[in-house]
């Protein structure tokens, strides 16, 4: 009987994970990209520093957590002291 598997496609020994994600930085330069099976979480780069004199990293614009499909994930930034 022939029936449906998962299939795993190896690529020099190691199998190739589901899921791009893209870390992106204010200015559409990629800081990170990782590959993440579904349910996995994906790993931030350390905080980015865009702008430090007049921007404040403030986080990640979408959570990372529990992966289900390919994301972009972009670096967010408040004013300094919030002006």
């Not at 598997?5 to 204010?26: L, R, Y």
């Not at 559409?28 to 099976?37: A, H, I, N, R, S």
């Not at 931030?44 to 979408?62: M, R």
């Amino acid at each position: 009987m022939i029936g449906k598997t998962n299939a795993t496609i190896i690529i020099g020994g190691s199998t190739q994970k589901e899921h791009k994600i893209e870390w992106i930085d204010a200015d559409g330069t990629v800081l990170k990209t990782e590959y993440c099976d579904t349910g996995e979480n994906a790993t931030p780069p350390s905080d980015p520093n865009y702008d430090s004199t007049y921007l404040i990293f403030d986080g990640w614009n979408i959570p990372y957590t529990n992966i289900q499909h390919n994301l972009v994930i972009g670096a967010m930034y408040r004013t300094v002291n919030n002006r």
